[in-house]
């Protein structure tokens, strides 16, 4: 697989957290220092947990995996916000989101289950969340309901998780916040059930993304449930690093549905290149110009459309004031529109396509 040429100052880039601190694994930092010195593996993962399950339905977003930022407790939560807003047609750099919400008990605006519907309020993301806060615990088995409804629907989670060997909670928030150790996007559901049936089943498939790794990973419903007495665990086939688990009695979920605006518009999604990391500018690396694709759905051949792009949070959906408009006529229900105009990484860059 192939990888992004970085400067080897990047390597420098990963703080080693502690049980308080996110992401809370010194493998996560080792993942991250091997991708940027080159020896990470280009072949395929041959972990257990990257072999996709024959299942019969399936709904997988359009996303793309890759790599966290590690400073200041670790930027997992803007990571997986980034991933999750790509899915709906947008590029928000991980300091952009950290950028848009208020101190939350971590480092700086660290995205924290405190603080995350702010940046995402700031960040005009329509969402929905799990109400941890007054839900009855154990959330276990209505968190991974939840989870299951918003994938179905075709909505990235960005999930709250814990990895093994780590006290709770983190930076010492009072319950029910801080029990978790790292944040991941789910961005797929696969089952044997008709997808419409909104049970979940513990040999449902979720498929999830690390923040350290290109690769996606598959994972039953069952082997979700981790453990929490006194110190966090997970299952395990493998004992790989990228396995992990919910909190057996607080669930931390939210799903990107959308975007804040009035407008209707259709389905898509964005993806970038390159795609498995962006310069660390907060450790002074200069920002790049990124390509961008928008992959359109639920088009009517034959009808004219408009596609309109926003690069500044402050104007975003004000269809008198886009960056560029690009109109089109549909040849199928699906369009590619590779804009010819780079995206800088260090930004904020949102799509809409609508009827023109």
């Not at 660390?280 to 920002?287: F, I, L, S």
Request: proline letters at 8%; aromatic letters at 12%.
């Amino acid at each position: 697989m192939a990888r992004l040429a970085l400067l080897p100052s990047m390597i420098l880039m990963m703080a080693v957290g502690t049980a308080k601190a996110m992401p809370g694994d010194d493998e996560i930092a080792d993942e991250i220092a091997a991708y940027l010195n080159g020896s990470s593996p280009v072949g395929p993962c041959t972990d257990p947990e990257c072999i996709k399950p024959k299942k019969k339905y399936e709904r997988i977003m359009n996303t793309q995996p890759g790599y966290q930022w590690g400073d200041a407790g670790g930027y997992c939560g803007s990571f997986a916000t980034q991933r999750a807003a790509m899915s709906k047609g947008a590029w928000i750099s991980q300091q952009q989101v950290r950028d848009a919400t208020v101190p939350g008990g971590g480092h700086d605006n660290e995205i924290l289950d405190t603080n995350i519907e702010q940046a995402w309020q700031t960040l005009k993301l329509k969402y929905e969340a799990f109400d941890y806060r007054h839900e009855a615990t154990p959330h276990i088995d209505k968190v991974r309901t939840f989870i299951k409804k918003q994938l179905v629907a075709g909505h990235v989670v960005v999930e709250m998780i814990q990895k093994a060997g780590h006290t709770f909670p983190i930076y010492d928030l009072p319950p029910p916040s801080g029990f978790y150790d790292h944040i991941v996007p789910w961005t797929g559901i696969l089952s044997d059930h008709p997808l419409d049936d909104g049970t979940f089943y513990d040999d449902d498939y979720v498929v999830h993304y690390t923040d350290h790794s290109v690769y996606p990973y598959y994972r039953s419903m069952k082997s979700l449930v981790g453990a929490y007495r006194l110190q966090s665990s997970c299952p395990s086939t493998s004992g790989d690093p990228q396995y992990i688990c919910l909190n057996p009695t607080y669930g931390y979920s939210w799903a990107i549905q959308g975007f804040a605006d009035a407008r209707e518009a259709q389905p898509a999604s964005l993806t970038v290149d390159p795609s498995e990391s962006e310069p660390d500018t907060r450790r002074g690396q200069p920002p790049i110009p990124l390509a961008g694709t928008l992959h359109i759905e639920g088009l009517t051949s034959g009808a004219r459309y408009a596609v309109y792009r926003w690069d500044a949070v402050e104007t975003a959906f004000d269809y008198t004031k886009p960056s560029a408009v690009h109109y089109f006529n549909a040849t199928s229900a699906t369009e590619t529109y590779a804009d010819p105009e780079s995206i800088a990484s260090n930004g904020t860059t949102y799509y809409r396509c609508v009827s023109a």
